[in-house]
């Protein structure tokens, strides 16, 4: 069954999402997709319901057929200064204004929207479930940062970013006690147990 295609019709609006919030490691990474109003696709979900073979093909389908799309990142060290609530919102805030298309009014997923940004704006909880524009941004934030990670695991290799994308696997915390931590891990996170002391 699709997803609907929009939340109000004729307006151009911009499903966003976020993903990597909860890692221990790595930028939180967002986009932001303008749909046609009468794009359909079932295989559209929420990321985290697809397989990574059906994340990675609906990718070229999503960019092809959108509007408009977008990636926005917010850094390791903006996590770290900011929090990363702020730097969730501060990496949506980089994928809309990098759309080529001006939206009239912003989907997005959850419960919470603070931005300097003037769109008006619908927070959609568990938005990537329902609407198909805020479930290709799902996919596409979630592509890109899986991807980066596996690239990051290339140059530090004791992590398993490659296969949990940064988050608290055991593999990843084992890691940690091992090998310390890297630039990119989140000192502003509780990277261990508090019963491991990582000596920074």
């Keep these: 069954m699709a997803l609907l295609p929009f939340l109000e019709v004729n307006r151009i609006e911009a499903g966003c999402d976020e993903v990597g919030r909860g890692c221990l490691a ?49 850094s390791v060290e903006e996590i770290d200064k900011i929090n990363i609530l702020k730097a969730s919102f501060l990496a949506m805030e ?69 296969t949990n994308a940064g988050y608290a696997t055991k593999i990843h915390r084992d890691g940690i006690v091992r090998h310390g931590i890297t630039p990119w891990h989140r000192k502003s996170f509780q990277l261990l147990p508090s019963q491991l002391s990582l000596g920074i």
């Excluded at 046609?36 to 319901?49: A, G, H, L, T, V």
């Excluded at 704006?121 to 991807?147: P, Q």
Aim: glycine share 4%; charged share 20%.
């Design 94 to 162: 980089r994928a809309i204004n990098a759309l080529s298309l001006t939206p009239e009014h912003l989907l997005i997923d959850g419960n919470a929207w603070k931005s300097k940004l003037q769109y008006p704006f619908t927070c959609v909880v568990k938005g990537d479930s329902l609407l198909a524009s805020i479930a290709s941004a799902s996919i596409l934030a979630k592509v890109h940062r899986d991807h980066m990670m596996e690239e990051l695991a290339k140059q530090h290799p004791h992590y398993g970013w490659e």
């Design 26 to 74: 790595g930028p939180v990474v967002a986009a932001a997709v303008i749909l046609p109003s009468n794009y359909r696709n079932p295989w559209i979900n929420d990321s985290k319901q697809l397989e990574k073979k059906q994340r990675e093909d609906l990718v070229e389908e999503i960019q092809q057929h959108a509007l408009a799309w977008a990636i926005g990142e917010a």
